[in-house]
């Protein structure tokens, strides 16, 4: 089956404009995760949504935002950016909780110019 | 709070040769470890999980994690290492009450020379 797929794969915006990434979990998974990887914080954790609900949320600032829709798909936006915001941007799906597997899309890279 | 170390930030093994990859975590209940592998330009890929049971787990492409308690530790190993598992590989702690939220250790980089 088809894995995650991670829309767009590559993004160039420049400081103070806003971004929208998308992702689409794995047919029948609910939860979608959100990570930041970069050289200097390495990955780190966002937030989780299951279900259209925020279930878990990472400590970013206001500017980084999510959502989930009614099929799953999930979008997180960040405003106002920054050139530290520059980043891999990674979105993992799982059915539901952590005892199942948790699958990792191939990232959108973020460039902030 | 959740935190994992990866003492090591880069290890250099022979092909043939074994491999073990340390990890240590910090974690105020019974933890979920993991760990997972990242090759150039892709996402992670799970390479094993302990949650519970015997603490030796077996995993994908033949390696497998010793999870120890008294340690906080969830080593990695692999007997023989092969060229193809040039990569960066990350090990990671999570928790029932955090639901899919996993911390993440800053990661090992493993090169195979031949």
């Known amino acids: 089956k088809a894995g995650v797929t991670q829309t767009p794969r590559y993004l160039i915006k420049t400081r103070g404009q806003q971004v929208t990434l998308s992702c689409s979990p794995i047919?029948?998974?609910?939860?979608v995760s959100w990570y930041q990887q970069t050289p200097g914080q390495g990955l780190q954790f966002l937030f989780e949504y299951f279900s259209e609900t925020q279930r878990n949320k990472g400590n970013f600032p206001g500017r980084f935002s999510g959502r989930q829709f009614s099929n799953s798909r999930s979008e997180m936006n960040v405003s106002t950016l920054e050139l530290g915001d520059s980043a891999l941007y990674l979105c993992?799906?799982?059915?539901?909780?952590?005892?199942?597997?948790?699958?990792f899309g191939p990232g959108t890279r973020l460039l902030v110019l | 709070a959740q935190s994992v170390t990866q003492p090591d930030i880069h290890i250099t093994v022979s092909e043939g040769a074994s491999l073990e990859l340390r990890c240590n975590y910090s974690y105020g209940a019974t933890p979920y470890l993991f760990w997972y592998v990242q090759s150039p330009g892709q996402g992670l890929q799970l390479l094993l999980k302990?949650?519970?049971?015997?603490?030796l787990v077996q995993g994908i492409k033949g390696f497998e994690a010793e999870f120890k308690r008294s340690q906080s530790s969830f080593n990695l190993r692999k007997p023989s290492v092969h060229w193809s598992d040039a990569a960066e590989y990350f090990c990671?702690?999570?928790?029932?009450?955090?639901?899919?939220?996993?911390?993440f250790g800053a990661g090992t980089i493993l090169r195979v020379k031949s």
């Open positions: 047919s029948g998974h609910r939860s």
């Open positions: 993992a799906s799982s059915l539901r909780d952590v005892e199942e597997t948790q699958y």
């Open positions: 302990y949650f519970s049971g015997d603490t």
């Open positions: 990671a702690v999570g928790g029932m009450e955090y639901g899919n939220k996993l911390v």
